[in-house]
């Protein structure tokens, strides 16, 4: 037996590498999966019987992953330790028909997923990459990660007005990307030149869910390297430090009361109301079958079910330096202050005062400050998949997550510390 790691700048530097290598929630699933696998994990399907053997499993459903590490001995009625988070992130999302065009240029049909800050995707040299379901009935992951489409922005000297009215889109006509030059367009295309760019044959892809992404890669920023640039923190740098956390907690070997679980869902960005989705019913159904698998009943389940805690583990908004007025005038997190603790009375967060008491521990275990954050009363709340999974699982559940500016931007940016503070503090949530 042995402590797991602490995690430090390194564990930054993998997060980028991580951001890089997962333009969708597919992706994000399957490095999530091959670092899982590294780590002793098996996955185990759906389809099959499964039993009650200790060690690591994990379950993928699209673009989403729920993992567990059962422990030598564990009992049925063992309650969990969970760190919830999404894989999905606002975009651009290819329409079932993609080929169109006009005046010379050939474009592709996209759809606007979730709430992106549309301004972020103009004039951004785009990939696209996603999943594609083949006449055989597989899948095969792409990712054309190079320069491909841009959105190009309407120049100044045809929107004199710009500059003093502000920008306006319409999500229609004003964000469908170019990618080439023809009078001609030609359905098919598309996906003709994606089932190349993978190897498959012409006429094999008969579905697809695609999607673009910046081909920027992640950075340091500023004068000491202190910030980091890069997209999808929201929310993959809660997804990586998941992995990372659960891995370190089940590489320990140290004895464990409760049993610790990642569940990372799709569709948090459009409501959660998926198969994939918090609000499906993967994260119970796992849940369940790991109980009655270990010869558990219906008892045992409520039992666990009544001891274990979730973190909703999501990105949250640093003070704005520009903008300090639409935040709460004394919470005010800052980058590299440490995680922050999500709290609003309308339950758009599932954390109460218990839960906190949970946090501090976790915290105070890991020698991890932290900081608060509530919403100005005059500006809508967003939510998480906090409440979601309090209401729907009867689990006590606190949000949690690291500060970052530019949300739902095509390239936010965090604090270079908070990434591995997050680790840390998972860690010891992990092993209590």
Not at 74 to 100: E, M
Not at 385 to 394: E, F, L, Q, S
């Amino acid at each position: 037996m042995s402590e797991p790691p602490r995690f430090d700048r390194g564990h930054t530097d993998d997060l980028m590498s991580f951001l890089a290598a997962s333009p969708t929630p597919y992706h994000a699933v399957a490095n999530a999966a091959d670092r899982l696998e590294k780590a002793g994990f098996r996955q185990v399907a759906e389809t099959d019987a499964w039993d009650g053997t200790s060690g690591g499993k994990y379950v993928l459903r699209g673009g989403a992953i729920v993992a567990w590490y059962v422990p030598e001995g564990a009992a049925p009625h063992t309650p969990f330790r969970i760190v919830g988070a999404h894989t999905d992130s606002p975009n651009l999302r290819v329409k079932p028909r993609p080929d169109s065009g006009a005046h010379g240029w050939r474009q592709v049909a996209v759809e606007i997923y979730g709430g992106p800050l549309m301004n972020s995707w103009l004039d951004r040299d785009l990939g696209l990459a996603g999943r594609l379901s083949l006449r055989d009935g597989s899948t095969r992951l792409v990712n054309v990660d190079r320069p491909l489409l841009r959105v190009p922005q309407l120049a100044i000297h045809m929107d004199r007005n710009v500059s003093t009215e502000g920008l306006k889109l319409d999500k229609q006509r004003h964000l469908q990307p170019v990618w080439g030059l023809g009078d001609t367009v030609r359905d098919g295309d598309l996906i003709a030149f994606l089932e190349e760019e993978s190897g498959i044959p012409r006429g094999e892809v008969t579905g697809w869910d695609l999607m673009t992404h910046s081909v920027e890669p992640p950075a340091y920023l500023g004068r000491d390297r202190e910030l980091v640039a890069g997209p999808r923190m929201d929310n993959l740098l809660s997804v990586h430090a998941g992995v990372a956390a659960l891995t370190a907690v089940a590489a320990a070997g140290t004895e464990l009361t409760h049993i610790p679980v990642l569940a990372a869902f799709d569709h948090e960005e459009n409501g959660s109301q998926s198969d994939t989705g918090a609000d499906g019913p993967l994260l119970g159904g796992v849940l369940e079958r790991s109980v009655f698998a270990r010869g558990g009943s219906y008892e045992d389940r409520a039992r666990a079910f009544a001891a274990t805690v979730c973190l909703s583990s999501d990105t949250g908004h640093a003070v704005h330096p520009n903008y300090a007025e639409r935040h709460d005038p004394t919470h005010h997190p800052r980058v590299n202050g440490g995680p922050i603790l999500k709290v609003n009375v309308n339950n758009r967060y599932a954390t109460d005062g218990s839960g906190r008491a949970v946090w501090v521990a976790a915290c105070e275990k890991a020698d991890v400050p932290f900081q608060s954050f509530v919403s100005n009363n005059s500006m809508p709340c967003g939510t998480t998949i906090g409440p979601i999974t309090a209401a729907r699982h009867g689990i006590r559940t606190v949000d949690i997550g690291v500060a970052i500016l530019s949300m739902h931007s095509a390239r936010e940016l965090c604090g270079a510390d908070d990434p591995h503070l997050l680790a840390n503090s998972l860690v010891a949530f992990l092993q209590p």
